[in-house]
Nanobody, 129 residues
Framework: EVQVVESGGGLVQPGGSLRLSCEASGFTIDDYAVGWFRQAPGKEREGVSCVNLKDGNTVYAEAAKGRFTISNDKALSMVYLQMNGLKPEDSATYYC??????????????????????WGQGTQVSVSS
């Protein structure tokens, strides 16, 4: 069974850090794109960051630049999102997604949620004092 599973969410104070993990199973991620998305109540799901696991290219949303870092460990089929300097507006459910064409991780495509084939159930991130 092909699936991606997120973990690592939680409650953190403003300025704090969290590391989200995405574990892929049932497929080999080497040529895939893996992305992180988030959705706050009443808002549309938005792309945060993605990585093209074929060539290592990464993309970040403006809100994530300079604070979030996407990384991966292909041997473990894991993709991580390190989030530093968290703000209350970062509070949302964070989702991991994967698609079997690495080039979908690009400024042109990655925000189109319909292009991503596999989605996790999400992990909640709450930033509050």
């Amino acid at each position: 069974e092909v699936q991606v599973v997120e973990s690592g969410g939680g409650l953190v104070q403003p300025g704090g850090s969290l590391r989200l993990s995405c574990e892929a199973s049932g497929f080999t991620i080497d040529d895939y794109a893996v992305g992180w998305f988030r959705q706050a109540p009443g808002k549309e799901r938005e792309g945060v960051s993605c990585v093209n696991l074929k060539d290592g290219n990464t993309v970040y949303a403006e809100a994530a630049k300079g604070r979030f870092t996407i990384s991966n460990d292909k041997a473990l089929s894991m993709v991580y999102l390190q989030m530093n300097g968290l703000k209350p507006e970062d509070s949302a459910t964070y989702y991991c997604a994967a698609v079997g064409w690495g080039n979908y991780c690009s400024e042109r495509y990655y925000q189109s949620t319909s292009l991503w084939d596999y989605w996790g159930q999400g992990t909640q991130v709450s930033v509050s004092s």
